[in-house]
């Protein structure tokens, strides 16, 4: 009675393992589409995240602009009062000092602080969407490539998995004396070559899908199968024309509007340094319980140094460099960002043409044509020069084919990356 229950506990913890590992194997295959992997992104990336701290930070800087100085406080206490002969004399003997002062500001520095950290928020903020409008490009860029490798990589597996079938008949009728030893070494050497640029391919994938994964932060033991829904429905590049797509980047390119603020931040530093030249006013408040003219003298003094000497005349003139400096950059800014337009215009246009002249029902007749040719090359009513030109072939236009298609849909993306909105999106 006891060993059936043991055997009966056994049965049941090894049913118990083999379920999680079914559910192990499943949780490691993740079917994703593109805006989910969009929504990842938002959610999980280090980048952003840590951006995100940083706009935080920069607000922190207008809460200490906007801060007053604090005023300052100083008493004074007779130490050893030799009169009456004590220590830290309190008595009405003793003498004490009180002084309280507060620094004010002159020439709007305060509010040109604020001003200045207020642009800086702006900057920390626009470098945020710039860092997720790169990031979304080598997102939706990895997905499309893994996407298209994949199905590649499926083109190679059932060519492999046909050839190995073939290469073990003919092996089988090789030992009869029915097929030609060149004829199998042939076959075999066609063979190794696909295997090994499946190997090539499948390490490219690997690398793609550890980017997309790191992107989104997907467990890197984790197997990404993309889901990419019908893109009859994108707008043609032709479409849109240059001057259209040039205007949407200058009002949505998140890069450019940093140089833009940049120079703004650096003006209003120049103004902030130019009224640091002029001196603050200290007002201050002091009591003196018998050291002076009088007992319990009360008094108000005012200080303020005067600007013979430094008018803080290295900070304007940096000030003044910096913001030459920053309308440069914005100049050549908005030069590259007239190129770099035009440039992915040219290739959008160029891969959409393309694309367009092949036949839609190009690569079915040709995948049905393959099927026929390996029923009949088993059958030898074709030659092996023959069949290995023509496996060649399909095999040359499934790849280009799935590259030309992942090529449109990266320049696609490229145009939405320059002009810095979602023109083009599945």
């Known amino acids: 009675?006891?060993?059936?229950?043991?055997?009966?506990?056994?049965?049941?913890?090894?049913?118990?393992?083999?379920?999680?590992?079914?559910?192990?194997?499943?949780?490691?295959?993740?079917?994703?589409?593109?805006?989910?992997?969009?929504?990842?992104?938002?959610?999980?990336?280090?980048?952003?995240?840590?951006?995100?701290?940083?706009?935080?930070?920069?607000k922190a800087g207008?809460?200490?602009?906007?801060?007053?100085?604090?005023?300052?406080?100083?008493?004074?206490?007779?130490?050893?009062?030799?009169?009456?002969?004590?220590?830290?004399d309190f008595s009405y003997d003793g003498e004490n000092t009180l002084q309280v002062q507060q620094l004010f500001k002159l020439a709007g520095k305060r509010n040109k602080a604020v001003k200045l950290a207020q642009s800086g928020v702006k900057m920390s903020e626009y470098q945020f969407y710039d860092l997720l409008r790169t990031l979304r490009f080598s997102l939706c860029d990895n997905f499309y490539d893994l996407y298209y490798k994949q199905k590649s990589l499926a083109t190679y597996g059932s060519q492999i998995?046909?050839?190995?079938?073939?290469?073990?008949?003919?092996?089988?009728?090789?030992?009869?004396?029915?097929?030609?030893?060149?004829?199998?070494?042939?076959?075999k050497s066609l063979l190794y070559d696909l295997q090994h640029d499946e190997l090539q391919l499948r390490q490219d994938v690997q690398q793609t899908q550890s980017d997309l994964a790191l992107l989104i932060r997907i467990p890197a033991t984790a197997v990404i199968v993309p889901e990419l829904p019908t893109m009859d429905h994108l707008p043609a590049a032709s479409s849109y024309s240059y001057g259209a797509l040039l205007d949407t980047a200058v009002h949505n390119r998140y890069d450019l509007k940093i140089a833009q603020e940049n120079v703004n931040y650096n003006n209003l530093n120049l103004r902030l340094q130019k009224s640091m030249a002029v001196p603050d006013l200290q007002v201050g408040f002091s009591y003196d319980k018998q050291g002076n003219f009088e007992r319990n003298y009360n008094g108000l003094n005012v200080s303020m140094p005067?600007?013979?000497?430094?008018?803080?005349?290295?900070?304007?003139?940096s000030a003044k460099a910096v913001l030459e400096s920053s309308k440069l950059q914005l100049e050549g800014q908005q030069d590259g960002l007239e190129h770099e337009v035009m440039n992915s215009m040219k290739e959008a246009l160029a891969t959409e043409k393309l694309l367009n002249e092949f036949d839609p029902g190009f690569e079915n007749d040709y995948t049905a044509m393959?099927?026929?040719?390996?029923?009949?090359?088993?059958?030898?009513?074709?030659?092996?020069?023959?069949?290995?030109?023509?496996?060649?072939?399909?095999?040359?236009?499934?790849?280009?084919?799935?590259?030309?298609?992942?090529?449109?849909?990266?320049?696609?993306?490229?145009?939405?990356?320059?002009?810095?909105?979602?023109?083009?999106?599945?």
């Open 1 to 58: 009675m006891t060993n059936r229950l043991a055997l009966h506990a056994f049965l049941i913890l090894l049913g118990v393992f083999c379920c999680s590992r079914i559910k192990a194997q499943t949780a490691d295959t993740i079917r994703l589409t593109l805006p989910d992997a969009e929504k990842m992104l938002l959610q999980k990336n280090i980048p952003l995240l840590a951006q995100r701290y940083n706009i935080d930070s920069a």
């Open 62 to 88: 207008i809460i200490t602009a906007r801060l007053y100085d604090n005023p300052q406080v100083t008493f004074e206490n007779v130490l050893y009062n030799h009169t009456t002969k004590k220590w830290f």
């Open 161 to 187: 998995s046909f050839l190995q079938q073939v290469v073990k008949v003919f092996e089988a009728q090789k030992a009869m004396g029915n097929i030609a030893p060149k004829e199998i070494i042939r076959l």
């Open 306 to 317: 005067l600007p013979f000497f430094n008018r803080n005349q290295g900070n304007i003139k």
């Open 370 to 426: 393959m099927s026929e040719i390996e029923k009949n090359y088993k059958l030898h009513n074709i030659g092996l020069l023959e069949f290995i030109d023509l496996y060649d072939a399909y095999r040359n236009n499934v790849l280009k084919m799935n590259e030309l298609k992942y090529d449109r849909l990266s320049a696609l993306e490229k145009l939405n990356f320059t002009t810095g909105s979602l023109i083009f999106h599945p």
